[in-house]
């Protein structure tokens, strides 16, 4: 399949907005990228936007379809409805899919939408919100795909800014986390779910942070939390869930750390945050929204286990025990697989490669980590940062769910790619300097 698009207007189109971002990005330089950094910003970027390429390169003329481009045409499909009647494209972005719906909204003229993406409510959301793009770039392709990298390496640069502010990591490591991770700039930086989830993630991370930094509410930045959060809800729930659990943990670190001084306070508030959070994560488990999202993931794990359309590299099915305990004992091995698989000898074909190799540096930065003479102190640091111990309880939470879910290697690459930079993160901490206090950090 050649891209129905690829055309003069194509093309054209696409280079008048790389020319946009590059002009965008000669000005917002100066006011976020700081000494340390700012000689390696326009090679960060065009190596985003690269991978942005290459990936819409790869599903258009290689793979000739997949998500991607159902998502490309079920945005278009919204833009075709948005010239036709702008008052059923607002019906359209603010109601659910439906068979009354479909009739309602398309016709003839503007096309109807991808079948099975407007049947599943995450993929039709994520048309949605690329329609917008779609409008913006008169329906380009790669257009829309360098937009999206471009947020993406925007969120990731001021994020890497505000961790350096800690002094937690080296320059290199802190770079190669944030930056230049492959599969992450590969899987993340295009017209995918992916990478929908990835900017909302980060942009949620810097204004949580920037509150908490301040010492004071932002309505903006709770409006951009809230918002971002939905968008997050609507296409893979439980990596919101496991960030408002990781951020509750974060801002426990936080508070205690404000009772340093006084020993008694500080042990009182480790005894009360850790009723509190055990009982919530109590009731939270027994809530039906865990059931469901258990039970779901239950579905998905046997659909992708059984059924024969889905082709590609698998595993075996961890377990089918659903059970709390079940899950429990599940726990090692799914996070294992989450975090470290696909392994080199199963990512031999072009879009794995790049996790073989990342898997095989993680497993020696595993091993330097836990038998280097300082683990104490790093684990140390980690318990008392506020974004060090968020990366952990978020990489426990997704890596596993990753693992227990996924059964194909494709899948598993994509879920697994927003972790990544948080485990590199943790894997790479250093224990030989004391880290900035958080409310020492300022806005970026």
Not at 269 to 291: C, D, E, N, P
Not at 343 to 365: A, C, D, R
Request: net charge positive; charged share 15%; proline share 3%.
């Amino acid at each position: 399949m050649i891209l129905p698009s690829a055309s003069i207007i194509e093309f054209l189109v696409t280079f008048l907005f790389l020319l946009f971002i590059f002009v965008d990005a000669y000005f917002k330089k100066s006011k976020i990228a700081s000494n340390d950094f700012k000689g390696v910003f326009y090679l960060s970027l065009s190596y985003r936007l690269f991978f942005s390429l290459l990936f819409g390169v790869f599903y258009s003329f290689s793979v000739e379809g997949g998500d991607t481009i159902g998502y490309w045409e079920g945005a278009n499909t919204l833009n075709n409805l948005f010239f036709d009647s702008p008052m059923n494209f607002i019906d359209c972005l603010t109601s659910d899919s439906s068979p009354t719906n479909m009739s309602k909204h398309f016709n003839a003229n503007t096309g109807f939408p991808p079948g099975w993406l407007y049947r599943e409510q995450q993929g039709w959301m994520i048309c949605k919100i690329f329609s917008i793009l779609s409008i913006i770039t008169f329906k380009s392709y790669f257009a829309m795909s360098l937009i999206i990298a471009y947020l993406t390496f925007m969120g990731s640069w001021r994020l890497m800014e505000l961790i350096s502010k800690f002094k937690t990591h080296d320059r290199g490591n802190l770079l190669f986390a944030l930056m230049f991770i492959p599969s992450l700039c590969f899987w993340c930086s295009g017209i995918s779910k992916d990478a929908i989830i990835y900017v909302c993630t980060l942009y949620i991370l810097i204004n949580f942070f920037k509150i908490i930094s301040e010492n004071k509410v932002s309505i903006k930045g709770i409006l951009v939390i809230f918002i971002l959060s939905y968008f997050i809800f609507q296409t893979r729930s439980f990596v919101l869930f496991s960030m408002l659990a990781s951020l509750f943990m974060a801002f426990g670190a936080r508070l205690t750390k404000r009772f340093e001084t006084s020993p008694f306070l500080k042990f009182g508030l480790r005894i009360s945050y850790f009723v509190v959070g055990f009982f919530g994560i109590f009731m939270f488990f027994g809530s039906q929204t865990v059931a469901d999202i258990i039970a779901e993931a239950g579905i998905i794990q046997q659909d992708f286990a059984t059924n024969l359309s889905y082709t590609g590299g698998k595993y075996d099915v961890i377990s089918t025990d659903l059970s709390p305990l079940g899950i429990l004992k599940s726990f090692p091995r799914g996070l294992l697989i989450g975090i470290y698989r696909p392994f080199i000898t199963e990512s031999l074909s072009f879009s794995y490669i790049w996790n073989g190799l990342e898997s095989i540096l993680l497993i020696f930065l595993t091993g330097r980590f836990f038998l280097s003479f300082k683990v104490l102190k790093k684990m140390n640091k980690i318990r008392k940062n506020e974004f060090l111990m968020f990366a952990l309880i978020f990489v426990l939470i997704i890596g596993f769910m990753a693992g227990f879910t996924s059964i194909i290697f494709g899948v598993l690459v994509r879920i697994r790619a927003i972790l990544l930079p948080f485990v590199f993160l943790i894997l790479t901490v250093k224990a030989d300097q004391e880290p900035t206090k958080l409310t020492e950090v300022k806005s970026i």
